[in-house]
């Protein structure tokens, strides 16, 4: 096989794989829980990712609760801004999100990604 054959191939791959991120949603729905953890991480691709506790919320201790990773995005949006408000105040949340079967590499660690945030009063 040609290196000139081999590119075009790993390029229609890669083309397919791009056109499908983003376009296969598994689940979507809302979550209630306190957030324990709003943080940019990433080695090539840095985006914000979150844990949400759920159970267990009498002391934010998590206890006997069930963790729940997401994604926010590549950027400090005003979601990010109102999740890292939510977090110091320890204050619960609804999380709106929606998770998908394929996601490239550059949109976060997790396939669920962040929606919109509620802080309950």
Same mark, same amino acid.
């Given at each position: 096989?040609?290196?000139? $054959?081999? #590119?075009?191939?790993?390029?229609?791959?890669?083309?397919? #794989?791009?056109?499908?991120?983003? +376009?296969?949603?598994? &689940?979507?729905?809302? *979550? =209630?829980?306190?957030?324990?953890?709003? /943080?940019?991480?990433?080695?090539?691709?840095?985006?914000?990712?979150?844990?949400?506790?759920?159970?267990?919320?009498?002391?934010? !201790?998590? /206890?006997?609760?069930? /963790?729940? =990773?997401?994604?926010?995005? %590549?950027?400090?949006? !005003?979601?990010?801004?109102?999740? %890292? @408000?939510?977090?110091? &105040? $320890? *204050?619960?949340?609804?999380? *709106?999100? =929606? +998770? @998908?079967?394929? #996601? /490239?590499?550059?949109?976060?660690?997790?396939? +669920?990604?962040?929606? !919109?945030?509620? #802080?309950? *009063?």
């Amino acid at each position: 096989m040609s290196n000139r $054959n081999c #590119v075009a191939r790993m390029a229609g791959v890669g083309l397919l #794989v791009m056109s499908l991120t983003g +376009c296969w949603t598994t &689940q979507e729905g809302d *979550k =209630h829980g306190v957030l324990v953890k709003v /943080a940019k991480e990433g080695s090539l691709w840095g985006t914000y990712e979150g844990e949400l506790i759920r159970g267990g919320l009498a002391d934010a !201790s998590g /206890a006997n609760g069930s /963790a729940f =990773h997401f994604t926010f995005g %590549q950027l400090k949006s !005003s979601l990010v801004k109102k999740a %890292q @408000e939510s977090l110091s &105040q $320890n *204050k619960p949340v609804v999380l *709106k999100y =929606h +998770c @998908e079967k394929f #996601v /490239a590499p550059w949109r976060g660690e997790t396939n +669920c990604f962040a929606d !919109s945030l509620e #802080v309950m *009063k």
